[in-house]
């Protein structure tokens, strides 16, 4: 039996799949993650969605931020910033050392998709997370004041510019890492996680073959709608989706994901939206779906699995 094969991008899908974790006790997780918002800080290489994930499963994340680790400290950048050194991307000390690590070993030559599985291994991952691609793939955020790179728009501006496009630097050149495809291929089913469509899973449609990996699937694609009530529950997936005439609600998430999904999970206060997307094809089910602690959390991966079509062991 094939793996479960969730699409991520960062602190939602970092939460669901804490959820998936818990209600599955055996079977297989092969996460695929965004790297669109990769960025390099002082030549470090950072790669915040993936490093969501892993900290976040191997129970090491900063609940409140949602990012970094757990009562990291900041030395070695309070230092730099003494020096005179100006740095707006906050990076605590365990951190940049996983950043050192990951820099050193993609300079001696190593894929990023084996720099992932080392850092998971060695942090106590015990399901597989893949980059989307170990080749550059860099989101562009195009706004009235020029291209930004997206952890400029996200952090440094905090996603207040007005969104005119978006582009994926590098993805047409981009190929799958190794083991994406398998697993889309082998999936037992397949999940999009609660992540803003066009900016944390759009990188990972971008890449040539994963679209096409998803219309030739043979099982079920759920996907988890990250707008709950016309919002986004975390960052600028609302307004974006409305600026690049997305309607924001599951109906307009639906629609971004037209062909490539057979079922929706969505929030009960957007029950009523459920004919429309039923229309479309979609089988749907509405239930709670903030993730507010982890009996939540596992409440709405439970859901997800089993509108996938997977019983779930607990
Ligand atoms: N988000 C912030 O708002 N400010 C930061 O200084 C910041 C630093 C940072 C460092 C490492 C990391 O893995 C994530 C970090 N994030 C920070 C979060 C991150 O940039 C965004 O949440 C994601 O890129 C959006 O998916």
């Known amino acids: 039996m094939g793996p479960i094969v969730v699409l991520a991008g960062g602190v939602g899908a970092a939460r669901f799949l804490q959820g998936v974790q818990a209600a599955m006790t055996v079977r297989e997780l092969t996460i695929v993650g965004n790297v669109g918002d990769d960025t ?12 969501t994930v892993l900290y976040t499963l191997t129970g090491q994340i900063d609940e409140e931020r949602g990012w970094g680790v757990r009562g990291d400290s900041a030395r070695a950048l309070e230092r730099a910033r003494s020096l ?17 690590a990951r820099t050193a070993w993609l300079r001696s030559g190593l894929r990023l998709s084996e720099v992932t599985q080392r850092l998971g291994r060695a942090l106590g991952l015990a399901d597989c997370l893949l980059p989307v691609s170990d080749e550059r793939l860099r989101t562009i955020i195009e706004t009235p004041g020029g291209d930004l790179e997206f952890q400029t728009y996200y952090v440094r501006h905090g996603h207040r510019d007005d969104v005119l496009g978006i582009r994926f630097q590098g993805a047409d050149a981009a190929t799958p890492a190794p083991g994406v495809v398998e697993a ?9 996680a609660p992540s803003n469509p066009l900016i944390s899973i759009g990188p990972i449609l971008a890449v040539p073959g ?12 759920v996907a988890v709608s990250p707008i709950v009530g016309g919002q986004a529950l975390r960052g600028p997936a609302a307004h974006m989706m409305r600026t690049l005439g997305h309607e924001p609600s599951p109906v ?11 079922a ?14 039923e229309r479309r094809g979609l089988s749907v089910h509405a239930t709670d779906t903030i993730m507010r602690d982890a009996k939540a959390r596992q409440h709405l991966a439970n859901v997800a699995l089993e509108v996938a079509g997977i019983r779930v062991g607990k």
């Open 84 to 100: 005179g050194y100006d740095e707006w991307f906050w990076l605590g000390d365990l951190d940049i050392g996983l950043h050192l």
């Open 210 to 221: 994963i679209r096409d990996a998803l219309l030739d699937r043979r099982v079920p694609c």
């Open 252 to 262: 307009g998430v639906a629609d971004i994901y037209d062909g490539l999904i057979d």
């Open 264 to 277: 929706m999970v969505i929030d009960q206060i957007d029950a009523e939206l459920a004919t429309d997307l």
């Open 184 to 192: 889309l291929a082998d999936a037992a089913a397949i999940i999009i």
């Open 40 to 51: 390099e800080i002082a030549g470090l290489h950072v790669c915040p969605d993936l490093d």
